[in-house]
């Protein structure tokens, strides 16, 4: 009933889903750096875990912890280092 | 590399994993109502969309709502119902 997704070798595997929030998924990421495209805004918020994240342009990494939430634009990437199996939640729009 | 469990005719998924939390899920859920039987205590939260959890034992439904935790005791039961497709993390202590 819900589709999954793999990504980098199974390192990234998602669940989507979409309610009242909008279209979305939960996933799990291994430790691991990661280079994400996007085509939607995206809103991830960390679930458990922790996520370093360096947006398009910028030469900072910024930490994310559970329940703090980063916002993607469209139509660029992002750059993440998970150092332990880190899971969350992305909204679409 | 991450193992998937689905229950009640798929309208429960879930992926495992493991971290500085413990042994976790993050998993998403149909509209439905679901009786799930525990072994170890479990926290369980929401991370979107809404649960209405009724604890063993009590004839009262709780709703909680993304980022609201709920706790129950190892080796019962509890009762949720959904209203939306709605996602969770639960941690195994």
Redesign the interface.
């Given at each position: 009933?819900?589709k999954?997704n793999a990504y980098f070798?199974?390192?990234v595997?998602s669940?989507a889903?979409?309610?009242?929030?909008g279209k979305?998924t939960?996933?799990?990421m291994?430790p691991g750096e990661y280079t994400f495209e996007t085509t939607s805004v995206e809103y991830m918020?960390v679930?458990?875990?922790e996520m370093q994240v360096q947006l398009s342009g910028s030469n900072d990494w910024v930490v994310y912890k559970p329940?703090e939430t980063f916002k993607v634009e469209a139509n660029t990437s992002f750059n993440l280092k998970v150092t332990?199996?880190?899971?969350y939640?992305c909204?679409y729009k």
């Open positions: 009933m819900f999954t070798d199974d390192k595997l669940i889903f979409e309610n009242q929030e979305a939960v996933g799990v291994a918020t679930v458990s875990g329940f332990t199996d880190s899971s939640k909204i």
